[in-house]
Structures are given as structure tokens and as C-alpha cells.
Nanobody, 125 residues
Framework: QVQLVESGGGLVQAGGSLRLSCAAS????????MAWFRQAPGKEREFVAA??????????FLADSVKGRFAISRDGMKNMLYLQMDSLKPEDTGVYYC????????????????WGQGTQVTVSS
């Protein structure tokens, strides 16, 4: 089993930056495909970014809506996943979830086995 705990969310003005962190425990996740999803109020949970395992060179894939603004990274030694978010927009507001145990660089919720509880990101205009 893998436990995931997100942190780093908060309130930020449009144009600002935040860095989200996801701490994994239970086993090493360095070779897991991992991802970030987000869910805005009243909307479905949507894919944000994914990263392959260390053995796959840490390839990344980002949703079109965040390309050029967000970056996903990982630290295999620390069992951590990160999401650097720059040039934030009000439409980036939502609860951000960390996911592990992915199959392919999947963009669907069902592509991942483990989920954190989420961290709230609010971007004011």
C-alpha cells in the first residue's frame, strides 16, 4: 500500500506561484508513474500532469491548459512528487490531488491506484 499526503496549497493572486508537494510512504515510489489531478467545485476531477518512473527517465506529460506554466518533478531518494505552478490563473482554482501507481502516462482517474486527500489551491483575480 502507498499513502500519499499533499501540501503546499493556499491562496495566491493571479500571476503568482505555488509549489505543491506530495510525500509518499509505505514503499518506494521511484519507479511508479505518478500524476497530479485537480477538481474545481461542481466539476469532474481532471488531469494536470504525469511523470514516468526514474527508470523511464522521468518523462513528463502535461495537460494543454497548463503547458508552459506548470512543471512536474520528483525526487526518488526522498519519495516525493512536486508540482511547480507559475503564472496562476483563477481557473486553476481547485483541490489538487497526487496519484501513484499509474499505467502509462494516463490521464484518467482509473489509470491510477493510489490517491492523496488533496490540497486546496485558490487563485484570486
Amino acid at each position: 500500500q502507498v499513502q500519499l499526503v499533499e501540501s503546499g496549497g493556499g491562496l495566491v493572486q493571479a500571476g503568482g506561484s505555488l509549489r505543491l508537494s506530495c510525500a509518499a510512504s509505505g514503499r518506494t515510489i521511484s519507479n511508479d508513474i505518478m500524476a497530479w489531478f485537480r477538481q474545481a467545485p461542481g466539476k469532474e476531477r481532471e488531469f494536470v500532469a504525469a511523470i514516468s518512473g526514474v527508470w523511464s527517465s522521468g518523462n513528463t506529460f502535461l495537460a494543454d491548459s497548463v503547458k508552459g506554466r506548470f512543471a512536474i518533478s520528483r525526487d526518488g531518494m526522498k519519495n516525493m512528487l512536486y508540482l511547480q505552478m507559475d503564472s496562476l490563473k483563477p481557473e486553476d482554482t481547485g483541490v489538487y490531488y497526487c496519484a501513484a501507481g499509474g499505467r502509462g502516462l494516463g490521464t484518467r482517474k482509473n489509470d491510477y491506484d493510489y490517491w492523496g486527500q488533496g490540497t486546496q489551491v485558490t487563485v484570486s483575480s
